[in-house]
């Protein structure tokens, strides 16, 4: 049972999952950035390795990861961070986004490795499951969970196989698109999760265009086990890159809003 696991299944209380980027905008600020969002009260994390080509990301986290590049990040410096976060703090759940080309280049010693720096969950984005056998089996024979996506105008048929497939928490996906923040989302987008509870008890995950507080409390009353906030903690980066105790201080407050004692 990895950390994902105990913390589904420890309480009736719903995740909030904060994203980051490793090495934004470097090693040492990015870090402390990622460690006020768990001081503050987030429930796990979710990091991304930077890409040169983040297919699914939109203009946000594309320039995050690029900031991350040009700050001189590589595969085995996020390594390195992740073992650092996991000895900070050993019950917190850590997912990996990853492009799958980052884990196919390196083979299978990649995968002992994460779990090795204490890595519980993966997914990648850009992996079809038709074409995932071998990426699924080599995350259970090293004991990390497998996150599939599920997209807007996934059928229940393929839906029902990716909840299969996955094993830490299934990643739905909130609307069309790439990753970003969006003002509003339809009214299908909660009725959506509550249509895919019916073909599983396994914990979803929503994200993709979550940017409010209100927006993640909404899909929580859907029925999503969790919420990840991305993007918008990117843009505060990016708005604070000359005072980055603001953006730090803003993701704070965020995550204090919502796991205040009065609050959710």
Request: proline share 5%; with cysteine.
């Amino acid at each position: 049972m990895n950390r994902f696991d105990s913390a589904f299944q420890g309480s009736d209380r719903k995740l909030f999952v904060p994203f980051f980027t490793l090495g934004d905008p470097n090693r040492e600020e990015g870090l402390a950035l990622v460690r006020a969002a768990v001081d503050a009260g987030a429930d796990a994390v979710e990091l991304g390795f930077p890409f040169s080509d983040p297919i699914t990301d939109g203009p946000i986290n594309q320039r995050s990861m690029q900031r991350s590049l040009q700050a001189g990040t590589t595969y085995d410096a996020c390594v390195d961070m992740v073992r650092e976060l996991r000895g900070d703090y050993p019950d917190l759940p850590i997912g990996l986004l990853l492009y799958y080309n980052l884990l196919f280049k390196r083979g299978p010693g990649a995968y002992a490795e994460l779990a090795e720096v204490g890595v519980d969950a993966v997914v990648c984005s850009d992996l079809p499951v038709e074409e995932a056998d071998e990426h699924v089996g080599l995350l259970r024979e090293h004991g990390l969970g497998c996150i599939q996506m599920v997209a807007p105008n996934t059928p229940a048929e393929r839906a029902a196989r990716l909840f299969e497939s996955s094993s830490a928490f299934t990643y739905v996906i909130s609307r069309f698109g790439t990753t970003g923040p969006s003002a509003r989302f339809e009214d299908d987008s909660a009725q959506r999760i509550r249509s895919l509870r019916g073909l599983t008890d396994k914990p979803m995950v929503v994200g993709f265009g979550v940017s409010t507080r209100s927006q993640v409390v909404d899909f929580w009353d859907a029925g999503a086990d969790g919420v990840i906030v991305g993007s918008h903690f990117s843009l505060l980066v990016e708005r604070n890159l000359d005072d980055l105790g603001v953006a730090r201080k803003e993701i704070e407050d965020f995550v204090r809003a919502l796991r205040t004692p009065d609050g959710v």
